[in-house]
């Protein structure tokens, strides 16, 4: 029943919906355990049509994602595909600089990748693999009974079922295979959209040493407004993708920005060093590119005992403000592979070996999704309000001078989500105790220097180190 400790190639025959950069990591991930892949895509191939402009977030690659890719030995090859990211630079409404570091030093950094050259790269390791990829085909339904799949050729129209064998739904946010699960009775499913929207601009390569100095590419660039704000992050050739975030009516929303006077008013009055760093048609594309809208989706379970299995946004969608949506799916990839590998030598019938793996990734992988979906959240108010707050930023001060002082007892949750392999859920638990602490500590002072170590020592022993022993924490990373 076994093949080399794996699941029998005979015996697992498995469909992935959805090419994305989720659904090429899962095709490897299954090829690489000895399952006949075939891989559905609705859009065309990337590598060989531009793919549709306007509405691409550059993705934020961190050690959680990176950890899969090293594992399929890739990560040498994405990394080169990356610009390092180190911290934030914050532009104020008078168009002043404030920079913060997001590591303990400058080991410690986020990648700024392009969605387009990371997929495009993904498509190519999976299809080294033997994976069978199919473009075009746009998935209507499944039938979990039979294991099929109905699709529709996006260039033809014409549908076609086809044998699918075990189910895997890495179609994103809008995910079929989550809608078929909840439909016919097996998953129960929410989807809470933000009212809030987001354009792409283009910044391109500073052409002066001032323009430079304004876009450093080493940072994530945040023009905060409180109820919007402006982003940017580097590409390999010295431009920068750019995002409006906006509510999408009311107030300063993509409503009411619909004429160009309208549009270039705003980004004058509301970012205005960013004017002269977008592009000379910005105003054109934000009028042309189209809204992409945010939310959050809330699902369980992720399976349907052996014969389906949600991964990535499909399962957990959540909004981008924490740069975790790619790393969170990538680390579904890494944990269903490890327990591959931990019932690898498990003597049950294949079927219900496959039960249990699913059934285990659901258990492991929900309670971590909902946390980090909680802190996408949280860093949506952070990013459009709070990194402009003085409150805020001493809090941050006060917290990278205890990290640097005292690393082998706090690492800040930032540090912890991006950088560890610690649960998300235990992130969101020490994060929670850390605020606590980081209040305490900034009552009555107004600089950093003013923070009194030997009372953040006593309060972190007294509040976070017996949540380290509780669970077996250590913060070497």
């Not at 294991?147 to 895997?168: C, M, N, P, W, Y």
Request: charged share 25%; aromatic share 8%; net charge negative.
């Amino acid at each position: 029943m076994t093949k080399n400790g794996i699941l029998d190639s005979d015996k697992v025959e498995s469909t992935v919906i959805g090419a994305g950069p989720v659904g090429c990591v899962l095709a490897l991930v299954l090829a690489r355990r000895g399952h006949q892949v075939t891989l559905y895509e609705r859009r065309p191939d990337i590598r060989h049509e531009d793919p549709a402009g306007g509405r691409s977030i550059n993705l934020v690659l961190t050690e959680r994602g990176l950890r899969i890719l090293g594992r399929l030995g890739l990560r040498d090859e994405i990394l080169s595909l990356t610009v390092p990211v180190l911290g934030r630079m914050m532009h104020s409404l008078e168009s002043k600089l404030a920079y913060q570091p997001y590591g303990k030093d400058d080991s410690e950094c986020n990648y700024s990748v392009s969605r387009t050259r990371l997929n495009a790269s993904l498509l190519d390791a999976a299809e080294a693999a033997g994976v069978a990829i199919h473009f075009n085909q746009i998935c209507i339904d499944a039938d979990f009974e039979s294991g099929q799949v109905e699709l529709k050729d996006a260039v033809s129209g014409e549908h076609t079922r086809r044998a699918a064998g075990v189910i895997f739904g890495a179609d994103g946010s809008p995910s079929a295979i989550r809608h078929a699960l909840v439909a016919q009775g097996h998953a129960e499913a929410t989807v809470d959209k933000l009212n809030f929207g987001y354009k792409e601009l283009y910044f391109p390569a500073p052409s002066s040493s001032t323009d430079t100095a304004a876009m450093a590419d080493h940072a994530l660039h945040i023009w905060p407004r409180g109820d919007h704000f402006l982003m940017g992050l580097a590409n390999l050739d010295g431009s920068f993708t750019g995002t409006a975030y906006l509510p999408l009516d009311g107030k300063n929303s993509f409503a009411e920005l619909d004429t160009p006077a309208s549009v270039r008013a705003f980004f004058e009055g509301q970012y205005p060093d960013s004017v002269r760093l977008l592009s000379d048609d910005f105003v054109d594309a934000f009028l042309a590119n189209p809204t992409g809208t945010l939310g959050t989706v809330r699902c369980a379970p992720y399976h349907l005992d052996a014969r389906a299995l949600l991964v990535g946004d499909a399962a957990h969608g959540i909004v981008p403000f924490f740069g975790q949506g790619l790393n969170c799916g990538f680390e579904d990839c890494l944990v269903l592979d490890d327990l591959f590998e931990q019932f690898a030598h498990n003597n049950a019938p294949p079927e219900d070996r496959l039960a249990a793996i699913f059934a285990q990734f659901s258990a492991l992988r929900k309670p971590n999704a909902d946390a980090i979906a909680e802190m996408a959240l949280d860093n949506f108010v952070e990013m459009r309000a709070k990194v402009g707050d003085p409150n805020f930023l001493l809090q941050k001060k006060v917290e990278h001078r205890i990290e640097n002082e005292m690393p082998d007892i706090y690492r800040s949750r930032y540090a912890v989500v991006m950088y560890s392999a610690l649960p998300y859920r235990r992130a969101f638990e020490i994060g929670e105790l850390q605020q606590a602490i980081l209040r305490e500590l900034c009552e009555g002072i107004e600089d950093a220097a003013q923070a009194d170590m030997r009372q953040a020592r006593d309060l972190i022993e007294a509040k976070l180190l017996p949540y380290y022993e509780r669970f077996g924490i250590a913060l070497d990373f």
